[in-house]
C-alpha cells in the first residue's frame, strides 16, 4: 500500500472521463466549457492511433494544468510518464500496478477497476493504488458491462483507507445513495457530454455533492 498525498486523500467531487472524439481541438473546446468543474480528468480513447492518442493527451495535459485538475491517462502507462499526467487508471486486463508506481513515482494516482468486487480493490490497494472504482451502478451505453456493483460495496471499501470512486450510468438524480454508502467521486463520460448543456450538467453533479 502506497502513502497518499493529502490532495488524493481528500478528493471528492465529479471525475469526468472524456468521450471519443476524434478532433482533437474538439475535444478541447468540449473539455474545457466542463472543466472547473471536475475535481480529475480521465482521457479516454480506444479508437486513435497512438499519434493522435499523443497529441491529445498532450493537449489536455497543458488544459488541465491551466485549470489546476489532474490529468488521469486511461490503460496506458507509458503514455501518462510521455506527458507528464498525473496518474494512469488500469483495467483488470491493463497492466500491473505495482510497474506503474514503479514507472509513475509515488506522488502519481494510480486507479483500479475493482468491478464488484472488494477482493480486486483489496489486491490493488496492496499493490500501491491511489483509489479503487467499482461499477457499474447502473445501467451504461458508454462501454459493454456484464458486473453490478451496489452501495453496500462502497460502505464496506471504506477500511481500505483509499477514495472510492462509483461508475456506470450515474446521474444527478440517482448518485445521492452512491454518496451516502461512501463513493468520493463518481466518474462520468455521457451524463455530461451527451447533456444539451454539458456546463449545466457538470454543475449539476457538483451540487449533488453538495446535497
Not at 497529441?55 to 495535459?61: G, P, R
Not at 464496506?156 to 446521474?171: E, K, S
Not at 444527478?172 to 451527451?194: K, R, S, W
Amino acid at each position: 500500500m502506497t502513502s497518499l498525498p493529502p490532495s488524493v486523500r481528500s478528493a471528492h467531487g465529479l471525475y469526468l472521463i472524456t468521450p471519443e472524439e476524434p478532433d482533437t481541438a474538439r475535444l478541447l473546446a468540449r473539455v474545457a466549457t466542463v472543466l472547473p468543474q471536475a475535481t480529475w480528468l480521465q482521457y479516454r480513447q480506444k479508437a486513435a492511433d497512438a499519434g493522435r492518442r499523443l497529441a491529445q493527451a498532450t493537449a489536455l495535459q497543458a488544459l488541465c494544468v491551466d485549470a489546476g485538475v489532474p490529468l488521469i491517462v486511461n490503460d496506458d502507462v507509458a503514455l501518462a510518464a510521455a506527458v507528464g499526467a498525473a496518474g494512469v487508471h488500469l483495467g483488470e486486463d491493463d497492466g500491473d500496478i505495482a510497474a506503474a508506481r514503479a514507472l509513475l513515482g509515488p506522488e502519481a494516482i494510480v486507479g483500479a477497476s475493482c468491478y464488484d468486487e472488494r477482493v480486486l480493490a483489496e489486491r490493488a490497494v496492496a499493490a500501491g493504488a491511489s483509489y479503487v472504482a467499482f461499477g457499474a451502478f447502473f445501467p451504461t451505453t458508454s462501454k459493454v458491462t456484464t458486473r453490478r456493483a451496489t452501495p453496500p460495496l462502497l460502505a464496506d471499501a471504506a477500511a481500505l483507507g483509499v477514495p472510492r470512486v462509483a461508475i456506470g450510468g450515474i446521474t444527478p438524480d440517482n448518485m445521492g445513495p452512491l454518496v451516502a454508502a461512501g463513493a468520493d467521486l463518481v466518474a462520468v463520460i455521457g451524463g455530461v457530454f451527451e447533456a444539451a448543456d454539458p456546463a449545466a450538467a457538470a454543475k449539476a453533479y457538483a451540487a449533488a455533492f453538495a446535497r
